[in-house]
Structure formats: C-alpha cells, structure tokens
C-alpha cells in the first residue's frame, strides 16, 4: 500500500485551489442514469471514487466519452441491464445511489448491500422503506437489495425522514423526479451536495422546488433529457486546506471554492484566532503567525458543523492553546484516529462520543495509520504541525477523497512525498 512521508517544516503558506465535490459528483453521475440523452458534466475531481463510478455506469452499458480537463459525457438511455455487482459496490458506500434512478427510469434494479469507510452504522433501510412508499416492491436477499416498480413506474408519496439522511434524501429525490404524481420529502437533508444534485436535475427537466429546505417538493415528469453540468467546489477539501493553515500557524488562500458553503467551519476557525476574508471564488485565511486557540465542536446536519470537518479540528485542537471539546452525533465510531494522534504526542481522552483533547506546543514524527477518509486528513495535518518525520500508512483512504493531495500540499510549502507500495 502507498504511504505519505511528510516533514514538519513551519507554517503553510501559499495559494491553492479546490477540486470538484465528490459528494456532489457521485450522486450528479448516478442521476445520469435518468435521462433519455447525453449529460455532460465538468469540475470532476480526478478520484478513485469517481472511477468506481464510472466503473459501475460502464458495466451497466452506460460508456463514459471523456472529456478534456475531467469532463465526462453519460447518457442514461444507452443502460444495458439494471444490476450493480458487490465487487464494485463494496468499495464504495455511494454506491446505493444507482437504486432510485435505475427503478424510477426503467421499472427495476438489483444493487448490492454497499460498502465503503467504516466509520459507523449507516443503515439503508430508510432508502428502501422510501422506495416503497413510492410503490415499489423489494426484497433483500443475498446481499443484493431487489426492487421492481409495478406497471414500470413509481408513485408520488409525502415521505417522512425519521433522522436526516444525505445519501436516502438524494436518492428518493431522484426517483420521485420520474414518478407519476407529487413527492414530498420532509425532515430532507439540507446539504449544499443536495442542492447541487437537484439543480442538475432541474438542468435536465425535472421539477423540483424547496431543495435546501428540510422540505422538498417534487412534481414528475415522463422524461429527463440531457444537459450540461459543473460540479459544485468541495467545501470538505476547502476546510481541511483551512484548517491546515490554522493548526500550522500560517497563511493559505483557497481559490475556485464557495465561502457561503462553509459558514459553521469558518466561524469556528475566526474562533480559533484566525483573520479570515472571502470573495466570489476564494477564501484567505491568516493566522498571523499565531499558535490557535482550542474550540468546541459538536458535529450536526447542515447547516451546523459538518461531521466530514471532525477529524480535522481535533488534529487543530491538538497543538491549539487551551482544551476544545469535540462532540460526534453523526456517527458513533468516527474517533478512529484519536489513538494515532495520540502516538504522535497529542492529549485527546475519549468519552463515549466525546473527544476531550488538551492542546501541546509539539507533537513528534511517528509511524500513523489511516483508518477512514477524514481521518486521514488529520493525519496529515498533525505531520505537518510535527516534530521530524511521519509516515501515513494505508492512504488509499485520503486519495478517496482528496486530488493530488501531495502536488497541492507542496505548493503550500509542505515536504510530502508518497512511498509506492
């Protein structure tokens, strides 16, 4: 497996830009599977997860036509058969994201339980109990959930969430947009991604009003016709570049990103004692050469702090002045890299869902090992914020979710380089 070396070496300074979303991108790429033409959409981030994807259109006949700077054209008409193999799925979790389109469009589909970071139950049953308010018939057996929709078409249905889901809220959205009648989904989840998905779809014909709201109507229609399309930037990979420069005591602006998608991780990180200026496109953040302070955190569905940001305050908390408290809501085992942090000097004791962590001047180098995606980002914030050398085990994690995450941190200032497995 690939490791990162990196070497603490001062504050990180510098510009750098943001890659598309990815969990924009993997939900826009399976709502192709709802036209009748060619979708042509842009910004993607060159990802692993976005080849799965890729992978797993391909394999269902839909052949992506590759485009110059990672634009990709799809077209949901050319879909040959309707299943989604457990070798693909099991890689990742959006995967289950291919269910409501393939039943909304041609009646049926057969996707496999997914997989994907192990951070926590992640249930679909809300997914599945969604579809069959909408009329459809499923079973799971052998792994596979199997759904079939009587006479090829869905219903419309006013759908309760019982807690708020991104990746059932995008699902059902897409289904409901070629069903017969009018879905209501309430307690929907409110994500910029959501957001994303739904102009897109909008983009290719469909009718939809509220996204962005906990309530989201939508009016189907009997066709989703081709478009084009740009990812919205990763507010994700944008904070974790912030929170670099916070816990490194440096400067950074972000370009080609969206201040308004991250109001809760910027007002914790002026909290931090960081000066922070926004434009249209980009975002600066300046520490001034000061050590950060310590925040509090409880994670929470949009608009509050996003659980994809945890990881990354604690590594800020870590070598901040003073103790933050950082609590988890979202999922119940997503402190993986405490005890890692912890082999590199740092001072986090963990109750239950709270990681209560005592900030230090320095840690020190050591041998770490990536356990999920935003862990691995965390990781390399503490490298870099580190005393000597520390090597990053295990980061196909990090390259999940984060575009030649050397190539960017270098042009801060950062000393990475990636070992070959």
Known sequence: MDKLIITGNGPVNGEVWASGAKNSALPILAATLLSEGPVTISNLPHLQDITTSLELLGRMGVEPVMGDNMTVQLDGSKVEHCHAPYELVKKMRASILVLGPLLAHFGSAEVSLPGGCAIGSRPVDLHIRGLEAMGAEISVE??????KAPGGRLKGARIVFDVVTVTGTENLLMAATLADGRTVLENAAREPEVVDLAECLIAMGARIIGHGTDTIVIEGVERLHGCEYSVMPDRIETGTFLVAAAASRGKVRVT???????????????????????GD??????MQGKRPKAVNIRTAPYPAFPTDMQAQFVALNAVAEGTGTVIETIFENRFMHVQELNRMGAHIALEGNTAVVTGTERLSGAPVM?????????????????????????????DRGYECIEEKLSGLGVIIRRSAG
């Open 256 to 278: 080609r990103t969206r201040a308004d998608t991250l109001d809760a991780v910027l007002a914790k990180l002026e909290e931090a004692g960081a000066t922070i200026t926004t």
């Open 142 to 147: 052998n792994g596979y959930i199997r759904a």
């Open 370 to 398: 990536a356990t999920d995606l935003r862990a691995s980002a965390s990781l390399v914030i503490a490298a870099i914020v580190a005393d000597g050398e520390t090597m990053v085990d295990r980061i196909y994690h990090i």
């Open 281 to 286: 496109d980009w975002i600066e953040l300046d």
